[in-house]
């Protein structure tokens, strides 16, 4: 069966620091990726996705993810985060096969000031 | 542009009750989602709405979990009787097409505890 796995349940940076946020998934086939963000109080919201192309892909707010078939992964990552990126952030693949989205477990990411 | 509405935001009910959630989405947007979220875990797709027909249900616990779409704009998403197990956020979702690449909106959410 299809699955996307989030590495850290947890993760606690201060502000400045740099953040990777780890996602695999199991589906070998075509697949496309995205990073979804629950601010608190908020909606779940889309950061950036990965269709083809450039493997860099660039999102709102300065986060971008790097899909590295390879490897079956697609990390997250900002160079310098804020207070403000405090939130819970979700990995999801949507495979042909499948045709649906299935979510990582989530990471929340707490940022100190 | 009006988000993805749900109702209510919360409900706390016990087993073996009923329970019903609505859900409007963006104007304009053929397909309907409906997932729950169990805290601690990602979202989980129930059902998938294109238009007022159903796209893939099979994640739905049937027995007790129903769910429709008249007219193709509202939905509602039904559980007779609850679970224990069935404490979770419900989140509906909506897209202007199935297809991978249009995004999916979503609501704020249904909190539901069951006592």
């Known amino acids: 069966a299809q699955s996307v796995s989030q590495h850290n349940h947890h993760v606690i940076l201060s502000e400045a620091a740099s953040l990777e946020l780890g996602c695999n998934y199991s589906?070998?086939?075509?697949?496309?990726l995205f990073w979804y963000v629950q601010y608190p109080g908020q909606h779940l919201q889309l950061l950036l996705k990965?269709?083809?192309?450039?493997?860099l892909v660039k999102g709102i707010k300065g986060f971008e993810a790097e899909f590295i078939k390879s490897k079956f992964s697609f990390n997250l990552r900002k160079p310098s985060v804020q207070w403000s990126d405090t939130a819970e952030y979700f990995c999801?693949?949507?495979?042909?096969?499948?045709?649906?989205?299935?979510f990582g477990q989530g990471t929340e990411l707490s940022v100190k000031p | 542009e009006a988000g993805v509405a749900q109702s209510p935001r919360y409900k706390i009910i016990e087993k073996r009750q009923s329970v019903a959630f609505w859900c409007n989405p963006i104007?304009?947007?053929?397909?309907l989602y409906w997932y729950q979220q169990i805290l601690g875990q990602g979202p989980k797709l129930l059902i998938q709405?294109?238009?007022?027909?159903?796209?893939?249900d099979s994640q739905l616990p049937k027995d007790r979990f129903s769910a429709e779409r008249l007219k193709g704009v509202d939905s509602t998403l039904k559980i007779q009787p609850a679970k224990l197990e069935d404490s979770a956020v419900y989140l509906c979702a909506s897209s202007l097409g199935p297809e991978a690449w249009e995004t999916q909106y979503f609501g704020p959410g249904t909190r539901l505890l069951v006592l």
């Open positions: 999801a693949v949507f495979s042909n096969q499948g045709g649906k989205l299935i």
């Open positions: 709405f294109q238009n007022n027909g159903v796209v893939d």
């Open positions: 990965y269709f083809s192309g450039d493997p």
């Open positions: 589906y070998g086939g075509t697949v496309n």
């Open positions: 104007s304009g947007h053929a397909t």
